[in-house]
């Protein structure tokens, strides 16, 4: 695919893309922030700070209330699982319902339809109902709901910005969400002992309230050439794969992620460093800063992300952030400082802020609008099953070899496995706009 099937003239703006003048000195650097200037797209992303926060609390809390009605954690992976499988399904459908329907309206039903789920979790907790099924229940749907909003998200920012701010777009959404990641679960650890589990639930229902008015304020965004009377069915949703197999590009830019975070991924196995390798600085200490590391690293990595919108080779970008991940990977593993590993996975992070903000660039310039949806639904999958396929993957692995020659063989396998498919298949090194 050259660049000018990549174009894109769907901004949905109706103002053409202004030339800004060059950004000098720690400006280079600093998040591009251009996007925010589009109303319409800084109100959809004014709704990702709620949800990402408010996630979070509901995200904590389930767990939470799990263990304490069956003091099992095994009942916590059921329920995680319980989750999964509705939100896989309905992320692949909800895609073809994106490319059928008026977007605001898909995210207007959806984000209510999330936050009366989290109304119906307080009302379970407020009422001490105690009903594992229930919860699991409720999970699934809330889930379902978040399979289908995601894909028009995602979809709808390349019709409220023009292309080139893709990447900018993208870095302030991805740097929202990692901050939720660190945030949210802090703020559930401070606010269950002063306000209780279940008026966590009852805080990210009303914050959800915020994000349906957001999008309540959007323009419409109907889908293009009269696509509309065209029904979101299996043929739709095949037809979204055909699609990606059919433009390389695309193809590409998901075994890369695919690549990334199943070889290497290595959380499964932080419980088991922080007991072993870094016990000396406390293990509850060690596997805070474990999990902690990717995230901030993300965050750091979206902060300072100015220079991605003068990167026009968005292809090399994700080659390069990918063996990226794969070395940062490899020198967490190899790590006998806690410190030391902390700044490898935030190396990793870093990496992964850039592979995330390219691919998403990329699916949302290298595909026509009235494949966007089902493009992001493919994504939405991707980035969900991913990295717990690597949990089981580096599960077994550190059983048999060990946690850290599992996770550095986990980290070379993705150097490894990029180059040879960068090499094998020129269309992701040659894609740029």
């Not at 900018?168 to 901050?179: P, R």
């Not at 050439?225 to 197999?245: D, K, P, T």
Request: positive net charge.
């Amino acid at each position: 695919m050259d660049t000018s099937e990549s174009s894109n003239t769907e901004t949905g703006t109706g103002v053409p893309a202004v030339e800004d003048p060059p950004r000098r000195g720690w400006r280079r650097w600093a998040m591009d922030t251009r996007p925010l200037r589009i109303p319409a797209y800084r109100r959809l992303w004014s709704s990702t700070i709620v949800t990402s926060v408010g996630s979070q609390l509901t995200a904590v809390a389930v767990p939470k209330q799990i263990y304490d009605i069956t003091h099992s954690s095994a009942w916590v992976g059921y329920a995680s699982l319980a989750g999964l499988v509705p939100m896989v399904a309905f992320a692949l459908w909800g895609g073809a319902v994106a490319d059928t329907v008026d977007r605001r309206r898909l995210l207007l039903v959806t984000n209510t339809g999330i936050a009366v789920t989290s109304l119906l979790f307080w009302a379970q907790a407020v009422t001490g109902l105690g009903s594992v099924v229930v919860l699991m229940a409720l999970l699934a749907v809330q889930q379902a709901f978040f399979g289908l909003n995601s894909p028009a998200r995602t979809a709808s920012i390349a019709r409220l910005v023009p292309a080139e701010q893709l990447p900018a777009a993208n870095a302030l959404g991805s740097t929202v969400m990692q901050t939720g990641l660190v945030i949210g679960p802090l703020l559930a650890g401070v606010l269950i002992p002063v306000i209780g589990l279940p008026e966590l639930y009852l805080v990210d229902a009303v914050a959800l309230c915020a994000t349906v008015w957001a999008v309540f304020r959007l323009p419409a965004l109907p889908p293009l050439g009269g696509v509309g009377a065209r029904r979101a069915g299996l043929r739709e949703i095949s037809a979204g794969f055909r699609y990606i197999a059919r433009h390389k590009v695309l193809l590409l830019s998901f075994l890369a992620d695919i690549v990334a975070m199943v070889f290497g991924m290595p959380r499964a196995l932080f419980p088991q460093l922080a007991a072993e390798t870094y016990h000396a600085w406390g293990e509850g200490l060690a596997l805070g800063v474990l999990f902690a590391g990717i995230p901030v690293g993300a965050v750091l990595g979206g902060v300072f992300s100015g220079v991605f919108s003068r990167a026009r080779r968005h292809g090399w970008m994700v080659i390069g952030a990918v063996v990226g991940w794969g070395a940062a990977v490899v020198g967490f593993a190899l790590s006998g400082n806690l410190w030391v590993a902390l700044v490898f996975l935030a190396a990793a992070g870093v990496a992964d802020m850039v592979s995330m903000v390219f691919r998403g660039a990329i699916l949302l310039s290298a595909a026509t609008d009235e494949m966007r949806g089902r493009m992001q639904g493919v994504f939405t999958v991707v980035v969900a099953g991913g990295p717990r396929l690597a949990d089981v993957l580096h599960g077994t692995a550190g059983s048999v070899f060990g946690p850290r020659a599992a996770v550095a063989g986990g980290g070379a396998l993705v150097i490894v496995v990029m180059l040879a498919l960068a090499c094998a298949v020129p269309a992701l090194r040659r894609y740029r706009i």
